[in-house]
């Protein structure tokens, strides 16, 4: 497993309020590192519950503190490229403890 793409997890967070008193947010970044990427197959698409036309990745990553509590509005930046956040679970490889990113983004037709 190489760990050789780029990621970032984003969690979007209140920072003022305009004058209309509506929240105004911003991206703010809680996690980043490197990361083994690999494609979701169309079973596990259907065991999450994924429908239309996107495309999942997985990303094993490694443990720490702020990917345990990663939330559904969270975003996942792989390469440049933005995802959903979908689930995790732990991956027992190698030494050290992983956890396994499962991440979601819409395809344009």
């Known amino acids: 497993m190489r760990f050789d793409r780029k990621f970032a997890v984003l969690r979007e967070v209140e920072v ?5 008193n509506e929240p105004q947010t911003e991206d703010e970044e809680i996690a980043s590192g490197w990361c083994a990427a690999s494609s979701v197959s169309r079973e596990r698409f259907e065991a ?6 996107a495309e999942a990745v ?3 990553v490694g443990e720490t ?3 345990r509590d990663l939330r559904v509005t969270d975003h996942v930046r792989l390469d440049g490229v933005d995802y959903r956040y979908v689930s995790q679970s732990e991956r ?4 050290r403890r992983l956890i396994g990113l499962i991440a979601v983004r ?3 037709t």
Request: hydrophobic share 40%.
């Open 65 to 67: 503190a702020s990917l």
């Open 106 to 108: 819409e395809i344009p």
């Open 48 to 53: 999450l519950g994924i429908t239309g036309n």
């Open 92 to 95: 027992q490889e190698m030494r």
């Open 58 to 60: 997985e990303l094993a």
């Open 16 to 20: 003022g309020r305009d004058a209309m």
